[in-house]
């Protein structure tokens, strides 16, 4: 009779898998809210060297914006919305995707390039993380903005229907 070994269990890999798509959902969508000219700028300023193709030349289309009623209720069509799309190829074969809002077609290329060098090597993670502060302090001051000019809406019973 032989011994057999123990069967050993796949290791885990839905954290990493989850961390992994979590951390890339953070930075296309902190691309997707950059303006063309401040990626176009760090694209030829630090990466305007790299070699790439399109593997899908920008195509803008049409998407369907649901909403919730209350934020958590049923969801409804609020309507539709432009977005344009990119797929590129770098050199080494590393594909970058990106879907942005409007119809900027360049944006959505260096939106699909940049995705492709942070999936190779990560070396725009800093500068990622830069327009990631800028967009939230932007939100900051908005809000407060919006909070200052906020009016409380109330009824006085004046007791005269009685």
Not at 9 to 28: C, E, L, V
Not at 68 to 75: E, L, S, V
Not at 109 to 114: E, K, P, T, V
Request: aromatic share 6%.
């Amino acid at each position: 009779m032989m011994a057999q070994a123990a069967p050993t269990a796949a290791p885990d890999t839905t954290k990493t898998d989850d961390s992994a798509i979590a951390a890339r959902q953070r930075w296309m969508a902190v691309l997707a809210r950059t303006d063309r000219k401040t990626l176009e700028t760090e694209w030829s300023d630090k990466y305007g060297a790299t070699t790439w193709s399109h593997l899908r030349e920008p195509q803008v289309g049409m998407v369907m914006v649901r909403g919730r009623a209350g934020g958590g209720g049923q969801r409804f069509n609020l309507g539709e919305m432009t977005v344009t799309r990119c797929a590129v190829t770098l050199s080494d074969g590393t594909v970058g995707h990106s879907y942005v809002k409007g119809r900027d077609r360049v944006q959505a290329q260096y939106a699909a390039l940049f995705d492709a060098v942070m999936l190779r090597d990560q070396t725009a993670s800093a500068f990622i993380d830069i327009l990631a502060e800028q967009q939230a302090a932007a939100k900051r001051d908005h809000a407060h903005k919006v909070a200052a000019t906020k009016v409380d809406f109330f009824t006085l019973v004046r007791g005269e229907d009685e």
